[in-house]
C-alpha cells in the first residue's frame, strides 16, 4: 500500500481532498524510484484510487510488469469540503475554530462541508477487503491517499494521527487474513508534518520527498 507521487499542491501545503490533480515531475520520479523497489515483487494486480495523482503513479509501477491498473472510488482521499484547494495558512484565517479542532482531534473534528473520518475509514477499509478477497494468498499492489493511509496505519499501529502520515510514494506492507489487516514493514519516510498539522513546503527547484501529503 503507497501513498501516490508528489504534486505541486502537496509542495505549497494545499489541501487537495478529493479535488483530481496531477502528479508534478518530481511525482513522476517518486514513482519510477518507488516501481524500481518493488520490481522484484510480482503482485496479481495494481490497484489505485480514482483521482489522478494515484491512477499516474500506479500506471508507472504498472509499466514493468505488464499489468492493467484497476481503480476503486473508495480509495479516494478524504472529502476535505470548504478546505479543498486552501492552503493550511488560508483555512487557519478563515476557519479558525474548526483548524483548531482539526489541528489537536483530527479524528474527532467535522471539516465544514467534507466527510466525516468516519465515514472515509469504512469506505476504505470496505475497498481493501473487496480488492484483497479477490487475490487469496496473493501480493497486491494498492495507490492511495494520505488520510485513509494514516488512519489505517494509526488503527494498527497506535501512536498520533500527525505521526502515521506518510511521504509521497511512501509504502507500507500490509498482511490480509479472515477479515483483519496486520502491519508488516515500510519502505518510507513520514510526511513531515508535527502535531499542529502544519506542513514542511518545498522551495522550488529544490523538491524534498516529504511534503503536505493531504
Not at 502515521?164 to 477479515?179: D, H, I, P, R, T
Request: charged residues 25%.
Amino acid at each position: 500500500m503507497a501513498l501516490h507521487g508528489q504534486t505541486d499542491w502537496n509542495c505549497q501545503g494545499r489541501y487537495q481532498g478529493q479535488i483530481d490533480i496531477s502528479l508534478n515531475a518530481h511525482g513522476r520520479k517518486q514513482a519510477r524510484i518507488l516501481a524500481k523497489k518493488l520490481q522484484p515483487i510480482k503482485p496479481a494486480a495494481i490497484w489505485a484510487s480514482d483521482l489522478r495523482r494515484a491512477r499516474e503513479t500506479a500506471v508507472i509501477l504498472a509499466a514493468p510488469l505488464k499489468l492493467r491498473v484497476l481503480v476503486h472510488p473508495g480509495l479516494r482521499e478524504l472529502d476535505f469540503g470548504s478546505w479543498q484547494g486552501l492552503t493550511w495558512l488560508q483555512i487557519a484565517e478563515r476557519f479558525p475554530d474548526a483548524w483548531c479542532r482539526w489541528t489537536e482531534n483530527p479524528l474527532g473534528c467535522t471539516i465544514p462541508g467534507g466527510e466525516r473520518i468516519e465515514k472515509m475509514e469504512e469506505r476504505f477499509r470496505r475497498a481493501l477487503v473487496e480488492i484483497c478477497g479477490q487475490y487469496p494468498g496473493q501480493d497486491v499492489f494498492v495507490i492511495a491517499h494520505g488520510g485513509p493511509i494514516g488512519r489505517l496505519l494509526l488503527e494498527l499501529r497506535g501512536g498520533e494521527f500527525w505521526e502515521m502520515l506518510q511521504g509521497n510514494c511512501a509504502y507500507s506492507v500490509l498482511e490480509y487474513s479472515q477479515g483483519r489487516f496486520a502491519y508488516q514493514e515500510s519502505g518510507k519516510q513520514n510526511a513531515r508534518i508535527p502535531r499542529n498539522g502544519r506542513p514542511a513546503l518545498c522551495k522550488e527547484p529544490a523538491y524534498v520527498d516529504s511534503v503536505f501529503p493531504l
